[in-house]
């Protein structure tokens, strides 16, 4: 009986969803993006307890077996301590997935609150806010993180850290535009006229609305902030050699490169295709939660 | 002269912007949790010496004296000593920049020239196998790890192939044109050294390819978006029953139309590019400012990084404003707002 029932109080939503899973599932960028994405976290859950070798994570050292060209036993082959590139590789997912958590949160929750301020309140709060995040975004993200790590000193925390601080700013003009267009919408206003006190229309009207553009940035900005946060290990300034992460595991992997390019080519196959998947995951989320952006 | 006007207020809102640059990168090197006196003096440096340079440097007085300090010294060019090597950081720079600006200036038009064709034609022949390329591109060039890549094609075309130099900007047997911009392929173009602008050539190849990947994917996914939008609008459906030959309608009203958003993405993109080097330069020994800010970030050298940091910014913004008058020109529209 209340199978009958549900049906028809939520008809109208459940088309709606059937539909909007529907222009997700029709494209097939969308979908390799989500398996992508998957993937990429279930190797992040469960990889490290399925991995061949999990004591090469560890900085094992297996010197007999140097620099082996991938083979049935290390399928990825070996790097110059002689451990599993494969193990190592899929150990570093952990590491990308928390780096990428640590600074999308970060940079939402700094850039969020001060996106609604800016955009909501209008005026000189707006001015003032939105001045000092143009003056961030004036200096290239990568640069500016460099020069925060030099002060702080290099590692993976603080390479953590001076991406966050770099990373808000997007958020700031997104919302900001957002909530600038909703502001003016004919049911806001009519909320207010209504006696609704802000923190009503923030909670009940423009939070609610920010969540689409929101959720489609931060799967994008998942997969930028890994490679930025590789790129820091890459130059020196992130994640330090031994730890097995990706973008440290290249910068050793250079130095053997010529004869031994497998070391470097698997971990940044990984950062490729993770990236790619967030990207495509976003761009799929986009078409799916905003249609009228999609693109041909 | 509204133009004008608007050419004034651009270069006001640019002063407002240097001085928030120079509040953060200020902010950045006296407000970080290190000790700025024990960063400048090296990681050798005695408790006495740190004090001495705390002295030197003034970060013995209040932060408001020491801000006026670092903008006085800002307005004449004194950006601190490198204490690797004891140079001028603005001297370096002026080293630098140059090999850094070449790099950047080729990829950009690279991007430019390849992308805005290569978009305009996918958006003609929308769902070819062209199209369909072009979709790929656009996807994976930003996905693109440019280090790894860059070693990719070290592989590929250096080592394996033998076609292309590895790394640096010329060889070690050639000399260098005497300088006239610095940049070692215009000045051997305006000096008439043929034989040492195609070898400079064949060394820029890989770095700037590599370094315009993703903005060439980026141009040619805006660019596609924009024709394709812009071929559907009611004026150019009008200028084609009018009998506009269709080379005119997409080659000049419709591309001169789409290439609005295209040219933000070119202003984006530049900021893009000149971060980047810090990754192409590393792998390709290409002796810019990118290679400059990572080796004395690694070193914990401190001023030139903030050197780098300031010159970066500087030149950003400055782009910034030559696309913002370039947008002006293009849309009549956008000059008064």
Redesign the interface.
């Known amino acids: 009986m209340s199978a009958i029932a549900i049906p028809n109080r939520h008809a109208a939503l459940l088309r709606r969803l059937r539909f909007v899973v529907w222009t997700f599932t029709a494209s097939a960028?969308a979908m390799a993006g989500l398996a992508l994405v998957a993937a990429f976290l279930l190797l992040a859950a469960f990889g490290p307890a399925l991995v061949p070798y999990p004591d090469d994570a560890r900085g094992a050292m297996h010197l007999a077996q140097r620099l082996l060209p991938p083979s049935g036993a290390h399928w990825f082959g070996t790097d110059e301590m002689g451990c599993d590139i494969l193990t190592r590789v899929v150990v570093g997912t952990r590491t990308s997935l928390w780096v990428g958590l640590t600074i999308t949160g970060i940079a939402a929750a700094i850039g969020v609150p001060l996106g609604v301020a800016a955009g909501y309140l209008g005026g000189r709060a707006r001015a003032t806010i939105m001045?000092?995040t143009?003056?961030?975004l004036?200096?290239?993200?990568?640069?500016?993180a460099?020069?925060?790590?030099?002060?702080?000193?290099?590692g993976i925390l603080h390479g953590v850290v001076a991406l966050s601080l770099v990373w808000w700013p997007g958020y700031v003009r997104l919302i900001e535009a957002k909530a600038l267009t909703l502001r003016h919408e004919p049911y806001v206003e009519a909320a207010r006229t209504m006696g609704a006190g802000h923190a009503w229309v923030l909670a009940r009207h423009i939070l609610p609305n920010c969540i689409s553009p929101l959720v489609v940035k931060a799967s994008m900005d998942m997969?930028l902030a890994i490679?930025a946060a590789?790129?820091l290990g890459?130059?020196?300034?992130g994640a330090r050699p031994p730890a097995p992460e990706w973008?440290a595991m290249?910068a050793v992997a250079?130095g053997y490169?010529?004869d031994w390019?497998w070391y470097?080519?698997f971990p940044?196959l990984f950062?490729?295709l993770t990236?790619?998947g967030f990207?495509?995951l976003g761009?799929g989320l986009r078409d799916m939660l905003d249609p009228r952006s999609a693109?041909? | 002269m509204a133009t004008l006007r608007t050419i004034l207020r651009r270069l006001a809102l640019l002063g407002v912007m240097l001085g928030g640059l120079v509040l953060i990168t200020f902010t950045v090197s006296n407000v970080a949790p290190s000790d700025p006196a024990a960063l400048a003096a090296g990681p050798d440096a005695t408790r006495a010496m740190i004090e001495t340079v705390r002295h030197e440097y003034g970060l013995d007085q209040s932060l408001p004296m020491q801000l006026a300090r670092y903008v006085a010294d800002l307005l004449r060019l004194r950006l601190g000593r490198s204490i690797q090597t004891g140079n001028q950081v603005a001297d370096d720079l002026a080293r630098f920049f140059p090999a850094t600006m070449e790099l950047v200036l080729l990829s950009m038009l690279f991007s430019v020239l390849a992308g805005v064709p290569m978009g305009l034609w996918a958006a003609v022949r929308r769902n070819s196998w062209f199209d369909h390329a072009m979709r790929a591109l656009a996807v994976s060039g930003v996905a693109l790890p440019a280090f790894w890549a860059a070693l990719l094609l070290q592989l590929v075309f250096a080592v394996w192939l033998g076609w292309l130099p590895t790394s640096g900007q010329l060889s070690v047997a050639t000399a260098p044109p005497d300088p006239i911009t610095g940049m070692i392929l215009l000045d051997a173009l305006l000096r008439g050294q043929w034989a040492v602008f195609a070898e400079a050539a064949r060394y820029a190849v890989l770095p700037a390819f590599v370094l315009a990947l993703p903005s060439l994917a980026a141009i040619v996914r805006v660019n596609r978006a924009e024709m394709i939008e812009v071929l559907a609008a009611d004026y150019v459906t009008a200028a084609r029953a009018h009998g506009v030959a269709p080379r005119r309608v997409i080659g000049w009203l419709a591309l001169r139309n789409a290439m609005l958003p295209t040219l933000a993405m070119i202003g984006l993109r530049f900021g893009w590019t000149l971060g980047s080097t810090v990754l192409v330069e590393t792998v390709f020994d290409w002796p810019g400012i990118g290679l400059y800010a990572v080796n004395s970030a690694i070193a914990s050298d401190f001023k030139p990084v903030m050197g780098v940091t300031l010159a970066v910014g500087v030149t950003f913004m400055l782009t910034n404003l030559l696309i913002d008058l370039a947008y002006g020109w293009l849309d009549p529209r956008t000059r008064s707002a």
């Open positions: 960028s001045r000092i143009d003056v961030f004036a200096v290239p993200g990568l640069v500016l460099l020069a925060i790590v030099a002060a702080l000193g290099p997969g490679l590789a790129s890459f130059v020196g300034l973008g290249i250079r490169m010529p390019w470097s080519f940044g950062i490729f990236v790619l990207n495509l761009d693109r041909g």
